[in-house]
């Protein structure tokens, strides 16, 4: 079980390195996180977007491109198409977003021709090592799905503990949020919660509680405090968000409120996805990419 990313890093170390496959990378911070993941052993670059503006780039942070296999691409449109098509033919390589809007990467992931589709719902896991919690805490969805169905967070749980899963992390505690911790027929999340639990509940691979108020879920001393004595409640791995608004804010609350780093990837293609904001340190970035490198190792098994 990982309870910092360092120990990911460390892990992903001792794997089989990946392809890692990145459309449009002309960001610093990017460039930066995948030079230093290629020098750990953990991946092999495959950079593809405008060959003269990578290599100045890479000229510009002394990175020497020995290693690097670089593809020319007319466009951001171009460089999706290709990258896509790349990841697609290998079934352990890592595709990721460089300097690209998602809805252009997303359009080529979700083609049926050459994407990466699935049976499974697309959702993004966000990974977040705050300072002042024990644990590395995951959520879901801060940015790909808006305003999940009830049916629709039934999935994005089946994507979120498959990934958990996949490092290591053994019955993992699963907290469905809401503004409270009672059922309100006017906040329809504490009812789709309560609708969820109850569905969930019997599973011998979860533990899963809600509706829960994000005190409820992360504290022990508000937990006691308010009455509730549940086995997620204060030790919740999984944070399971009724919309895109409310993920978001806490994703980007903490990163820059409460000094935490956070990674992301995108679930339920055939291949890992790294999709990093752009306001993203590299920090975030290398972590992303070795979460990606330790989650290939087992998902395939779902």
Do not use: C
């Amino acid at each position: 079980m990982f309870r910092n990313f360092t120990q990911v890093v460390d892990y992903a170390r001792k794997l089989e390195t990946k392809d890692l496959i990145v459309a449009n990378p002309h960001d610093r911070a990017n460039l930066i996180a995948i030079n230093d993941a290629y020098l750990m052993g953990l991946i092999r670059p495959v950079l593809v977007g405008d060959k003269k503006k990578i290599l100045d780039l890479l000229m510009e942070l002394g990175i020497n491109k020995k290693g690097y296999e670089i593809y020319n691409a007319e466009d951001k449109f171009d460089a999706a198409l290709m990258s896509v098509k790349l990841v697609s033919k290998q079934k352990t390589a890592i595709l990721m977003k460089g300097k690209i809007q998602s809805r252009v990467l997303l359009k080529e992931v979700l083609d049926k021709e050459h994407g990466l589709t699935t049976n499974n719902i697309l959702s993004h896991i966000g990974i977040i090592d705050i300072p002042n919690y024990h644990k590395l805490i995951f959520i879901s969805d801060a940015v790909f799905n808006v305003l999940p169905t009830e049916d629709e967070k039934l999935d994005i749980i089946k994507n979120t503990f498959h990934f958990v899963d996949s490092l290591g992390i053994v019955k993992p505690k699963i907290a469905l949020i809401s503004a409270l911790e009672t059922v309100e027929k006017d906040i329809p999340s504490t009812v789709e919660a309560r609708n969820i639990v109850n569905i969930l509940k019997d599973s011998d691979d979860f533990y899963i509680g809600g509706p829960f108020a994000i005190d409820i879920a992360v504290s022990h001393e508000a937990a006691k405090a308010k009455g509730i004595n549940h086995v997620v409640a204060g030790d919740s791995d999984i944070l399971i968000f009724p919309n895109i608004e409310s993920a978001n804010t806490f994703y980007k609350s903490t990163t820059f409120l409460a000094n935490s780093t956070p990674a992301g990837l995108l679930l339920g293609a055939s291949n890992p996805i790294v999709l990093p904001s752009r306001s993203d340190s590299y920090k975030s970035k290398l972590y992303s990419i070795a979460l990606a490198v330790v989650s290939t190792e087992i998902l395939w098994k779902y």
